[in-house]
């Protein structure tokens, strides 16, 4: 198919990057993959001696596994549903970061549900979840909602990469081995850029980019109410839907961000990525953040106004300083009004501290998520009564540290194979007519 | 009164015995753990005499006995169903409890519990500052309207057409959702792949109507010993109450006994004002409880002699003062 001058000055520039390893790609290979061999080593021990060696007992059931799951989940659904939403309203400045939010969508789906794994007591019998499965249970709603999803993750990313795949296999700019480019061959499904073509591609990618905005919507209210659908203080909301939607678009942002900004510095893209990219994130952040804290205020407004006895109980542990006071303290800061600060003010709106401050505003997510999980789990309607502190507090186990490190690492370490394997900016967007 | 009482009880056994005769109430068996009798026995405070297969008479300690299930076989399908035409229900009566804790070592002993696992809680609760304390004895409420069943995505925990909630374990895949969506923290989770029990409970034929043996990485929980009302009896925390605090019968036969007396269920709701606990959260449950008016015990009585160990779990309520 014909490729541009400008395409192939896109891919003189990144064939360095996606024609080798080069030795700092090997280095952090090693390192990630040192950090998933402890995680795996954890994972071993876990499954010899079994739940034991995790901090989770009778009340606090649910711990940093969970968390991970959501959070992961969350940015998962957060760049699909950013990348549907900039395809689909043909925003201008979207071609750099396309290929950054599916890949982040993408990458997430695949490790979130496997803390889901990792937090069964009997993943040996996973597969009843289907074979024995029950419809009026959430988990199984979560597990369809999860599947259609990923499926849904994986078309949109792979439709946005057709016309890519066709530029490398024709591609004389780029120096691959042959297998590369059979693989490459194979994936471009025989695109060539006719008309015909063009218009189906076009119209797949339309369809697929309006669906995810839905289907995000609802597979994240319905990971919700895994909790909203329970008894317990600090759950049973029904703000829990929109709530977990907003948070989940604003951590997958937050992490767009960031990838964002470590590619600009690794791959010197400071022409493709500029300034404005980031001034423009910036503002997505900013409104997101808003609605956030409008959530998060009027959640706990409520629930300590109303001051009914349980909840007053999770409240009272997330306002004491002595128990999880200061978290609470920071994971509003950090996600919420550091985030508003740096983008309002011209200022500070620039990419490194907007990137900061998207890296704070994940951390302050993630505490969050905790915060949500742990501290009802610690507050039974029943009091507790027992003298074994490990069934009185949650707190995490190094097994469940490390699996978490590895989680975290698989996540960069999937990046780096991904950025081998595609440009990180989508070559085809860019056409001579458009700027 | 008392001649109803003779009547309905009478009327429960033969019913609930379902074709098992009256003898079955003697029918606790007993086996002796062989070997290691000798020299207990020298100081043993509690013996009972058996019967060997050789028509010997011996004297054992009580220490040395262990419980059998004897359970007639029971089909998946039969345990999931239930026991015909009965509505299982349970009356705790609250003015009598004393935290004697033989409800909870009974249920212990015949379900292969390691000691700090409890199907049954005794609590002690204080519903306000200045409200009075009371004990509070807590099995499963196998409620009518369970969330614990609704939740669960493979349906290992179900609703029997008795009323009872029983566990699969070796249906459940131990997601532990039942576990947060039970509001009265009743479900316990093996967590260890080790589990602390007797190793011959693993020749037993799993049932979720005996809950034996335990599977790790699964839920368990008080399951009301349907296998010991097949076989005419009461559960074992009933009869080890020494103060009676726990009836059972069948809310169709508008039944229930402590063991040693026997009274309509609908009657003994009424003159003693029975109440569920929780009821506004909507889960009906099937346990009910008699309010601890007019008490035969001062509540610091099941306080005193309890081990330093135990004492410290009630600090929240702080009876020392
Ligand atoms: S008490 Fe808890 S475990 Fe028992 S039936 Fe009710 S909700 Fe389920
Ligand atoms: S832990 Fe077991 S019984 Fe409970 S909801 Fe999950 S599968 Fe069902
Ligand atoms: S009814 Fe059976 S399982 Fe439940 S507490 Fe009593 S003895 Fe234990």
Same mark, same amino acid.
């Given at each position: ?435 | ?37 000798? %020299? ?47 509505? =299982? ?87 532990? =959702? ?14 260890? %792949? ?114 330093? %160990?135990?004492? %410290? ?9």
């Amino acid at each position: 198919m014909d490729i541009s001058k400008k395409q192939t000055a896109i891919l003189q520039k990144f064939a360095p990057y996606i024609e080798r390893f080069d030795a700092r790609s090997f280095v952090w290979i090693f390192l990630l993959s040192l950090v998933i061999l402890v995680g795996l080593y954890a994972l071993i021990q876990q499954i010899v001696e079994g739940h034991v060696v995790t901090g989770m007992r009778d009340n606090v059931v649910w711990g940093l596994y969970i968390v991970n799951f959501i959070f992961f989940i969350g940015i998962s659904y957060g760049g699909a549903i950013l990348a549907g939403m900039l395809h689909l309203f043909k925003v201008p400045w979207r071609r750099p970061i396309m290929r950054i939010a599916v890949l982040t969508a993408f990458i997430s789906a695949l490790i979130g549900p496997i803390f889901i794994i990792l937090c069964i007591g009997r993943f040996d019998r996973l597969h009843y979840l289907l074979i024995h499965a029950r419809l009026q249970s959430p988990i199984f709603w979560d597990v369809v909602a999860i599947s259609t999803y990923l499926i849904g993750a994986i078309l949109f990313m792979y439709l946005l990469m057709i016309k890519d795949f066709a530029i490398y296999r024709d591609s004389d700019v780029l120096n691959l081995p042959p297998w590369r480019r059979n693989l490459y061959r194979a994936l471009s499904l025989n695109y060539q850029g006719t008309e015909s073509q063009n218009k189906q591609l076009a119209i797949s990618k339309n369809l697929i980019a309006l669906i995810m905005i839905p289907m995000v919507v609802v597979v994240s209210s319905v990971l919700s109410w895994i909790f909203g659908m329970t008894l317990r203080p600090g759950w049973h909301s029904t703000i829990f839907g929109p709530y977990f939607v907003l948070a989940a678009i604003y951590s997958g942002a937050a992490v767009i961000v960031i990838m964002m900004w470590i590619f600009r510095r690794a791959y010197k893209l400071k022409d493709y990525l500029t300034d404005k990219h980031f001034a423009y994130m910036g503002y997505i952040l900013l409104s997101l953040g808003a609605g956030y804290g409008y959530f998060t205020f009027s959640e706990y407004l409520t629930s300590w106004f109303g001051s009914e006895r349980w909840d007053s109980e999770v409240m009272e542990k997330l306002f004491n300083p002595a128990e999880y006071g200061w978290w609470f303290l920071i994971s509003n800061i950090f996600s919420i009004i550091i985030p508003i600060v740096v983008v309002a003010f011209k200022k500070l709106r620039t990419p490194n501290l907007i990137s900061l401050a998207a890296l704070l505003l994940v951390f302050g997510m993630w505490v969050k998520r905790y915060l949500i999980v742990v501290p009802t789990l610690e507050t039974p309607l029943l009091p507790i009564q027992d003298t074994r502190p490990e069934y009185i507090h949650y707190s995490a186990t190094w097994v469940e540290w490390a699996l978490s490190f590895a989680g975290l690492a698989t996540f960069i370490l999937f990046f780096i194979v991904m950025a081998k394997l595609v440009t990180i900016v989508t070559v085809s967007d860019y056409t001579e007519k458009e700027r | 009164m008392s001649e109803l009482s003779e009547n309905g009880r009478r009327d429960f056994l033969k019913k609930g015995a379902l074709g098992v005769s009256l003898a079955a109430w003697g029918q606790l068996i007993f086996s002796c753990s062989s070997g290691e009798g000798g %020299e207990a026995a020298a100081e043993a405070s509690d013996t009972v005499k058996l019967l060997t297969p050789d028509g010997e008479l011996v004297e054992v300690d009580k220490k040395h006995l262990k419980h059998i299930h004897k359970v007639e076989k029971i089909s998946q399908q039969e345990a999931r169903a239930g026991i015909p035409g009965k509505k =299982f229900v349970m009356v705790i009566d609250l003015a009598r409890c004393n935290n004697a804790r033989k409800c909870i070592s009974a249920c212990q002993a015949m379900h292969h519990l390691p000691s700090e696992k409890e199907w049954v809680t005794v609590k002690l609760m204080k519903d306000s500052k200045d409200g009075a304390p009371y004990w509070f004895p807590k099995t499963c409420f196998h409620c009518d309207n369970p969330p614990c069943v609704k939740v669960c995505p493979v349906n290992a925990t179900y609703k029997r057409q008795d009323g009872l909630v029983l566990i699969d374990s070796e249906r459940c895949i131990g997601c532990k =959702f039942c576990m947060t969506a039970c509001p009265y923290s009743t479900r316990t989770f093996n967590w260890g %792949e080790e589990l602390d029990i007797p190793a011959d409970t693993e020749t037993h034929p799993h049932n979720p109507e005996t809950s034996v043996p335990s599977r790790p990485g699964t839920v368990e929980k008080c399951d009301f010993c349907p296998d010991m009302v097949r076989m005419g009896k009461l559960p074992d925390c009933v009869t080890a109450c020494p103060n009676g605090v726990f009836y059972f019968g069948d809310q169709n036969e508008d039944v229930v006994t402590n063991g040693s007396e026997t009274v309509r269920f609908s009657q003994l709701i009424k003159d003693r004002s029975g109440y569920r606990y929780m009821e506004d959260l909507g889960t009906e449950p099937r346990v009910w409880y008699l309010p601890p008016r007019d008490r035969i015990f001062p509540v610091e009585r099941g306080y005193e002699s309890l081990p330093d %160990e135990v004492k %410290e779990r009630y600090k929240n309520v702080g009876l020392d003062g």
